[in-house]
């Protein structure tokens, strides 16, 4: 059964940083693009960054020039660090593979208090 491992959430104050991690098969890690998506009370699941296996991201207007997607292939793990962090970011972060089937993380609460 495929895994994806996140960690990293938590509380911060606006403008400050965090940096998630999901850690995942090799397999998938090197197959497929990994990206990370959030949602937010009351909002649907919206889509942050994502990464392909040869490093190209794409990001969400939202968040272009604050957040950076990046990958570590010796540990099958991809990671966001978020920085200038706004109330507008507080969100449920999800993990995904985009395999022929999504595989989702459990999720990481994130909460930026103003």
């Known amino acids: 059964q495929v895994q994806l491992v996140e960690s990293g959430g938590g509380l911060v104050q606006a403008g400050g940083s965090l940096r998630l991690s999901c850690a995942t098969s090799r397999t998938i890690f090197s197959m497929y693009r990994m990206g990370w998506y959030r949602q937010a009370p009351g909002k649907q699941r919206e889509l942050v960054a994502t990464?392909?296996?040869?490093?190209?991201?794409n990001y969400a207007d939202s968040v272009k020039g604050r957040f950076a997607i990046s990958r570590d292939n010796t540990k099958n793990t991809v990671f966001l660090q978020m920085n200038s962090l706004t109330p507008e970011d507080t969100a449920v972060y999800y993990c995904?593979?985009?395999?022929?089937?999504?595989?989702w993380g459990q999720g990481t609460q994130v909460t930026v208090s103003s």
């Open positions: 995904n593979a985009a395999a022929p089937v999504d595989y």
């Open positions: 990464i392909t296996s040869s490093g190209r991201a």
